[in-house]
């Protein structure tokens, strides 16, 4: 990873944005924070880091994200965050990444769930929207 600016469109140097909570140095303190480290994860293809901020009840075992096609991933935009901030259980984050196979441009939106358990977010589930 790089450290000008962070993958996820913060506009932050990346050593003080997602760096810490990839690194294993901080958990992230909101849910749009985890979902912003989570699409610079999928960046790096650091498919560790995505299964450890998984919720255990809907972790699946592998991600595999060195089979088949590999996106480049290009863009991020936060559109919408519910709850999930600090004083929070649960939150919402819509948003919208962009990225390329094979030289074609693709969007996906989606509205991730997060959860926190035991003082530190997860990622649980989420709605893909491929119509917009």
């Not at 901080?26 to 979902?35: D, E, H, N, Q």
Request: proline content about 5%; some cysteine.
């Amino acid at each position: 990873m790089p450290s000008s600016e962070c993958p996820c469109g913060s506009g932050s140097a990346f050593t003080s944005c997602c760096g810490p909570y990839l690194a294993g140095d901080a958990s992230a303190p909101t849910a749009v924070a985890l979902m912003r480290s989570r699409y610079c994860a999928y960046v790096s293809g650091d498919e560790a880091y995505l299964l450890d901020t998984w919720h255990p009840s809907t972790r699946p075992g592998a991600l595999n994200l060195d089979s088949g096609q590999t996106p480049t991933w290009i863009g991020l935009k936060v559109v919408a965050g519910h709850g999930g901030g600090s004083a929070d259980t649960e939150g919402s984050v819509e948003f919208v990444a962009r990225y390329k196979i094979n030289g074609k441009a693709h969007r996906m939106r989606e509205t991730s769930r997060f959860v926190k358990d035991q003082g530190r977010w997860f990622y649980l589930d989420g709605d893909v929207d491929s119509q917009r």
